[in-house]
């Protein structure tokens, strides 16, 4: 039996079948709506013929997590992987998978992809998760001052920020990324100008996907 749909409060999960090189929606039979606090899902049994392969995704409030099957029996049973290195983006290795021949599947740290845009994607938002971490410096100054925290100005903004994520400075603060953005101490404007200019380093990184 599979779950389509919202499951849970903050749970997702959907199947494809990979049909003559494209996902479509899973065949579904004997299905059943389900109600969790207000939720509805179906509930059913996969109706595809055996070697259809299958990808499974599924969302919590952290992350997604996507898996590749293939229909035995009526049973999902994981592929069969032929992998080979291929290249190394970010120091990291990067396999091209083949099962039989007919679906080529990329692999990085762990992880599978079925198109080169997912993979560009998952790095892309990796490194950002990066930059937003990393400390900005904001001038301006402190008007109050406590033993976990401080008030801080700058331009007109008062904001009071936890010492545990802060480094002070004379007439600067230097905090993550993600906290200026977040608290207004840099506009949308200038946030996203930070993130392009960083993103620029590793542009020679990321163009290698695209003609592997």
């Known amino acids: 039996m599979i779950r389509i749909g919202k499951i849970g409060k903050d749970e997702e999960e959907y199947y494809f079948a990979f049909d003559n090189g494209k996902w479509r929606q899973?065949?579904?039979?004997?299905?059943?709506?389900?109600?969790?606090?207000?939720?509805?899902?179906i509930e059913g049994e996969i109706d595809e013929q055996d070697e259809t392969i299958i990808k499974k995704i599924y969302k919590n409030k952290e992350r997604t997590f996507v898996n590749y099957y293939v229909v035995c029996k009526g049973d999902l049973k994981e592929l069969d992987l032929k992998c080979e290195e291929k290249d190394k983006i970010l120091n990291k290795i990067l396999y091209i998978c083949d099962y039989e021949n007919k679906i080529k599947l990329y692999q990085y740290e762990g992880n599978l992809f079925d198109d080169k845009l997912q993979l560009q994607n998952y790095i892309y938002n990796k490194l950002k998760k990066d930059f937003d971490n990393e400390?900005?410096?904001?001038?301006?100054?402190?008007?109050?001052?406590t033993d976990k925290a401080c008030l801080f100005l700058s331009n007109g903004i008062e904001v009071w920020i936890p010492k545990s994520i802060c480094s002070l400075g004379e007439s600067y603060v230097e905090v993550?990324?993600?906290f200026a953005r977040s608290r207004g101490l840099i506009s949308e404007k200038e946030y996203n100008q930070i993130i392009n200019d960083k993103m620029k380093k590793y542009e020679n990184e990321l163009s290698k996907i695209v003609f592997i």
């Open 26 to 41: 899973i065949k579904v039979k004997n299905k059943i709506w389900r109600s969790v606090k207000g939720l509805k899902y």
């Open 176 to 178: 993550p990324l993600w």
């Open 135 to 145: 400390l900005i410096k904001i001038e301006g100054k402190v008007k109050v001052e």
